[in-house]
Structures are given as structure tokens and as C-alpha cells.
């Protein structure tokens, strides 16, 4: 199986910071690289799709980059809205694989 | 709009079954593929079973391989996950998910999950 390993598993930060939150496949995926976001008691929600692709009416100050075995997710200015709990997710190889979740909270 | 919406989770016993439904509507459910994702207490996300559009290709993890029968009915737009043998560590809130597009393994809709307790 692929493992994927997210960093840092928790983050604290005030809004309007730039935050950055990582994601380190086992081996290579090319691109297939999915991000989500997940509030409290809801389901996840597609962010990124293939890596870098914003799915339709995600707001452009989420971002995402990489490549094979390293990716890096961006929030470029965050928002009250953005506390959530943040996964990575791999789609080259079954099983699908998730990244172990990455918290985040407003300072 | 396009709903998810899953119903038959419960309280069950060890060894017991039960079995999950995911009503689709507002697309086409039988051009999609579908997967089942289940997220424990406190936990992260774990990808269960894929079906693909017509139901000819089917996947599951190892954890539930041999217990767990993902299926689909397209002319009711439904999709099921038909659960036996079931341990405590199943206890999980399921989402059924469907993907943004063919051939992409992005689950771009959810639906609100339905949580199963596995516990005598």
C-alpha cells in the first residue's frame, strides 16, 4: 500500500497567515493527488483534485503543487472559515490512501 | 444538485450484518462510479469498496475483503454495501462518494454519512 504522511498534523495560526501543510507519498503517484477539507461533524469536501486543479467554487487562496512523491497544499490568506481538519489523498494505486489529517486552528 | 443521501447504519452486534444504502439523485447515477469511505471515532478517512458505473468492476480494502459486498441498483439510483461479519473495529460513520468525473478518483460529492456501532 502507499503510505502518505502529512505535516504537521496539527497547525495553529492567526488569519490572514499563510499556511502550508505537506504531503509525502511512498512512491511515486504522478499526480494523482487529492486534497479535502472537513469541518466538525460534516463530511469532506473536494479542494484539489490531480494535484493543482481547484474544484469548481473552492475560493482561489487554496492552492496546491507537486509531483510524484511531494506535494505542498497553501492557504494564502487564512480565514475564520478555512478551521478544519485538512487530508491528502492518493488515487494512483489501490488502495486509495489517505494522508493521516492535518488540524487547523486559529491562533 | 446532486444529493447523497445514505440510511441503515446502526447499533449491531459482533458478528452481525447490516446493510448501508446510498440513495443518488439530481445526475445520472449509472455514468458514475462509487465508493464507500468510512471514518472511525476521532479518526482519519479510510476508502472502503469502489463500484464502477456499471457495477463490473469492484474493488475493497483488505480490512473488509470477503465481508464487506459493495453493489448497485442504476434503475433505482441506488448504491449498498451489504456488511457481515462485522467487528468492533468497523464502528464508523460511512459515507457513500461519488466521483467528480470518470477516470478521476476525486470524490467530489459526499453524502452525510451514516454511522455504524459495532458493540454488544
Known amino acids: 500500500d502507499i503510505q502518505m504522511t502529512q505535516s504537521p498534523s496539527s497547525l495553529s495560526a492567526s488569519v490572514g497567515d499563510r499556511v502550508t501543510i505537506t504531503c509525502q507519498a511512498s512512491?511515486?503517484?504522478?499526480?494523482?493527488l487529492n486534497w479535502y477539507q472537513q469541518k466538525p461533524g460534516k463530511a469532506p469536501g473536494l479542494l484539489i483534485y490531480?494535484?493543482?486543479n481547484l474544484e469548481t467554487g473552492v475560493p482561489s487562496r487554496f492552492s496546491g503543487s507537486g509531483s510524484g512523491t511531494n506535494f505542498t497544499f497553501t492557504i494564502s490568506s487564512l480565514q475564520p472559515e478555512d478551521i478544519a481538519t485538512y487530508y491528502c489523498?492518493?488515487?494512483?494505486?489501490?488502495?486509495?490512501?489517505f494522508g493521516q489529517g492535518t488540524k487547523l486552528e486559529i491562533k | 444538485e446532486v444529493q447523497l443521501v445514505e440510511s441503515g447504519g446502526g447499533l449491531v452486534q459482533p458478528g452481525g450484518s447490516l446493510r448501508l444504502s446510498c440513495a443518488g439523485s439530481?445526475?445520472?447515477?449509472?455514468?458514475?462510479?462509487m465508493n464507500w469511505v468510512r471514518q472511525a471515532p476521532g479518526k482519519g478517512l479510510e476508502w472502503v469498496s469502489y463500484?464502477?458505473?456499471?457495477?463490473?468492476?469492484?474493488y475493497y480494502a483488505d480490512s473488509v475483503k470477503g465481508r464487506f459486498t459493495i453493489s448497485r441498483d442504476n434503475a433505482k439510483n441506488s448504491l449498498y454495501v451489504q456488511m457481515n461479519s462485522l467487528r468492533a473495529e468497523d464502528t464508523a460513520v460511512y459515507y457513500c462518494?461519488?466521483?467528480?468525473?470518470?477516470?478521476?478518483?476525486?470524490?467530489?460529492?459526499w453524502g452525510q454519512g451514516t454511522l455504524v456501532t459495532v458493540s454488544s
Open positions: 462518494a461519488r466521483v467528480l468525473t470518470r477516470g478521476i478518483a476525486a470524490w467530489g460529492y
Open positions: 439530481g445526475f445520472i447515477f449509472s455514468s458514475y462510479e
Open positions: 463500484i464502477s458505473s456499471s457495477g463490473s468492476t469492484i
Open positions: 512512491q511515486d503517484i504522478s499526480n494523482y
Open positions: 490531480d494535484a493543482s
Open positions: 489523498q492518493q488515487y494512483d494505486n489501490l488502495p486509495y490512501t
